[in-house]
């Protein structure tokens, strides 16, 4: 299971850490991305972080602005985002890659499993 938290509501230029935390599996072997959906939009792939070397990647439109690491010892990956804009405003997934352990595009149905999402407003 995957649990998102640190979602909310934030005045354009700000920020927020957005956590995921799993229970009954270890998220040491896997690839974990973080996506997001906002209304009338498909979901799209945010970034991602590789289980072996920690190499991350980013959409365009968040490089720059959004961080994603990860702590094995507490089995949370993180996605700090900074200088937030209106069009960053979603929901946000993140999700363990069940067939790579590094990360090569975002593609859905390679994460196998999922959170519940937290919403994340901008807006002043």
């Known amino acids: 299971q995957l649990v998102e938290s640190g979602g909310g509501l934030v005045q354009p230029g700000g920020s927020l850490r957005l956590s995921c935390a799993a229970s009954?599996?270890?998220?040491?072997?896997?690839?974990i991305g973080w996506f997001r959906k906002a209304p009338g939009k498909e979901r799209e792939g945010v970034s991602c972080?590789?289980?072996?070397?920690?190499?991350?990647d980013y959409v365009d439109s968040v490089k720059g602005r959004f961080t994603i690491s990860r702590d094995n010892a507490k089995n949370t990956v993180y996605l700090e985002m900074n200088s937030l804009k209106p069009e960053d405003t979603a929901v946000y997934y993140c999700?363990?890659?069940?067939?790579?352990?590094?990360?090569?595009?975002?593609?859905?149905?390679?994460?196998?499993?999922w959170g519940q999402g937290t919403q994340v407003t901008v807006s002043s």
């Open positions: 972080i590789s289980a072996t070397d920690g190499n991350t």
């Open positions: 009954g599996f270890t998220l040491d072997y896997y690839a």
């Open positions: 999700a363990a890659n069940s067939i790579r352990s590094v990360c090569s595009g975002y593609v859905s149905h390679e994460y196998g499993y």
